[in-house]
Nanobody
Framework: QVQLVNSGGGLVHVGGSLRLSCTAS????????MGWFRQAPGKEREFVAG????????RYADSVKGRFTVFRDKAWNTKHLQMNDLKPEDTAVYYC?????????????????WGQGTQVTVSS
């Protein structure tokens, strides 16, 4: 059974940086995609970034392009989300997600496995 551990949230001032990490256990192959969604109070959960493991393709929400980067750890089952130039509107609970089919659109709920949320707060 695949499980995800999401870590690295915290409080940061505007313009600061944080790094989130997501580690998957129980994987049997590298044909997966990993990414993050976020949910701010009173809003729906939204896509932030995603990366395939096999092909290395990456995609980002327009709101974070140029500021956030998903990259692979030395360990193939761990990815990081480097968040730079943080803004108050980035404040949200961030969720790590793994798609077992390698779909970095995370389009089919049944193929997605979610980690626990981690709070990111950007103060102005």
């Amino acid at each position: 059974q695949v499980q995800l551990v999401n870590s690295g949230g915290g409080l940061v001032h505007v313009g600061g940086s944080l790094r989130l990490s997501c580690t998957a256990s129980g994987l049997s192959s590298d044909s997966f995609a990993m990414g993050w969604f976020r949910q701010a109070p009173g809003k729906e959960r939204e896509f932030v970034a995603g990366k395939t493991e096999g092909g290395g393709s990456t995609r980002y929400a327009d709101s974070v392009k140029g500021r956030f980067t998903v990259f692979r750890d030395k360990a193939w089952n761990t990815k990081h989300l480097q968040m730079n130039d943080l803004k108050p509107e980035d404040t949200a609970v961030y969720y790590c997600v793994l798609n077992t089919k390698g779909d970095y659109y995370f389009s089919r709920g049944a193929d997605n496995i979610w980690g626990q949320g981690t709070q990111v707060t950007v103060s102005s």
